[in-house]
């Protein structure tokens, strides 16, 4: 009896198949360059979102913290003249750490041991938790749950008979609020709300009492004169009153003060008849159009700082410590305080969504891909279509069904690659002049190059993925294609 000897199949290597999917793409240029400019399209949408997102959020950072050395001394300023409201307290000392100074002052001002202000710093945290959950409510949900109740008195209104049922019928009815903790939880501490306000209002009587010892020593200053010698006597008799006011501290705080002191200087000198008539003239305007931003644009270039100083001393306007280049410094700063305030108005909430980039922005972002998916698979789908011929041929030849598949995949991947490529970085340049439109010079140092460079290649290995998974359907269509039913319909 004759043996028929069955040989293993020859496949195609991984380099051949390469090859052949290469010649396949030039072959068909038109159809594989309207592929990548989908995944092109799909990708930069990705990354402009995500790219401004991050910019965003760094220029935001790097505002905040300018924005907090620049109020140093104004914040301190309103320390040492008013004890706050309960609320400021809450929300101030909630956000403290057992170790910061604000924590550490509470604790002496208000004469508590380490074991009671431990109690009170959890119980405050947990106020100030609800009380940011008030406050972001809209003014409709805030209503329907506490009435006309603002603030700390939210927590003494639902103390009152029949208040937490109707608070709790109204939460029940917004499915979508989420409320921090549970309702037990709220209930146990409205129950103890008495006790908790008597803890903070013995809190902001101690600040009180240290204002009326630091007021003993201003003289009649301003406190924003006094701080200027924060670093000296007055420093000391801050701290003497029970204020966590540090050496390092202390230093930023006197040179903000005194950089008050003199913008006061300035801005007040403006409002001199002579001074403003004869800046008027400088500028040929009217003098009731000259105002105190109108001052700090002109003061700007060393020659205006040096012309207007001189006509103060002309008018004999105190100019102590006030020289030309300090003018000018002053006069940057006050144009960076305006951009950086601006670029706070501008951020908006980055809370939600992927990355901070908004709920919505995130829906956007998963339709552009799928519909990335689904042009891709459309055109890889149109590719089988035109390459019946080429897929029999190359069947009758014994190509495998795996090899098949694989030439399809990897014509989508190269294709994804490129398409990537060219997304990430159009989508970071476009991200890029967007926000030096929003934010101008003040994007340049925040630039978070390492994260836009990390989040450019992820977009390209997403484009590459969405490519490869369109081309799964097409690819599997491709590889079960009869040779004989191919040639027919070609």
Request: aromatic share 6%; glycine share 10%.
């Amino acid at each position: 009896m004759k043996v028929i000897d069955i040989q293993q199949q020859p496949t195609m290597g991984f380099s051949r198949t390469l090859s052949i999917t290469i010649i396949g793409i030039r072959y068909r240029l038109f159809r594989s360059l309207v592929t990548v400019v989908v995944i092109a399209v799909a990708v930069a949408f990705l990354m402009n979102i995500v790219g401004e997102s991050l910019i965003r959020k760094s220029v935001l950072e790097n505002s905040a913290d300018r924005l907090r050395e620049l109020r140093h001394a104004a914040v301190w300023a309103a320390r040492l003249s008013v004890p706050g409201t309960a609320e400021d307290i809450i929300l101030n000392l909630g956000k403290a750490e057992p170790d910061s100074p604000l924590y550490q002052e509470s604790q002496v001002l208000a004469g508590f041991d380490p074991g009671e202000m431990q109690a009170v710093h959890e119980q405050v945290c947990r106020a100030a938790e609800y009380l940011t959950f008030f406050g972001e409510l809209d003014y409709g949900r805030r209503r329907r749950m506490v009435a006309g109740a603002e603030g700390s008195d939210i927590f003494r209104s639902l103390r009152e008979t029949g208040r937490m049922e109707r608070f709790e019928d109204a939460l029940a009815g917004m499915k979508s609020v989420r409320f921090p903790g549970t309702i037990e939880q709220f209930r146990d501490f409205v129950g103890q709300w008495p006790e908790i306000e008597g803890r903070v209002q013995r809190i902001r009587e101690g600040r009180r009492q240290a204002i009326r010892q630091v007021r003993e020593v201003l003289d009649g200053r301003p406190v924003v004169d006094a701080l200027t010698d924060a670093t000296g006597q007055f420093g000391q008799a801050v701290r003497a009153a029970g204020f966590r006011l540090g050496e390092d501290e202390a230093g930023a705080v006197a040179r903000e003060a005194r950089r008050m002191v003199d913008v006061r200087i300035l801005e007040d000198s403006v409002n001199k008849p002579a001074i403003r008539k004869a800046l008027s003239s400088r500028l040929d305007v009217l003098p009731a159009d000259v105002t105190v931003q109108t001052l700090w644009d002109f003061v700007g270039s060393r020659e205006n700082a040096e012309w207007y100083l001189a006509k103060m001393r002309e008018g004999e306007l105190d100019t102590a410590g006030l020289t030309v280049e300090r003018t000018v410094e002053l006069a940057g700063v006050d144009a960076e305080f305006a951009s950086l305030v601006r670029a706070e108005h501008l951020g908006g909430d980055l809370s939600g969504g992927f990355l901070g980039v908004g709920e919505r922005m995130t829906w956007l972002m998963l339709v552009s891909m799928l519909v990335c998916v689904v042009g891709i698979a459309n055109a890889m789908l149109m590719s089988v279509t035109e390459r019946f011929r080429e897929i029999a041929t190359l069947k009758c030849l014994g190509a495998l069904d795996g090899s098949i598949m694989l030439m399809f995949v990897l014509e989508a991947a190269l294709l994804g690659v490129v398409g990537g490529v060219m997304g990430a970085v159009g989508g970071v340049l476009i991200a890029l002049g967007r926000m030096i439109g929003s934010f101008g010079s003040l994007m340049f140092g925040a630039t978070p190059a390492g994260d836009l460079t990390a989040a450019a290649i992820a977009a390209t290995v997403v484009g590459v993925v969405l490519a490869a998974v369109a081309a799964v359907y097409p690819s599997f269509k491709a590889a079960r294609l009869a040779p004989m039913e191919a040639m027919r319909i070609e």
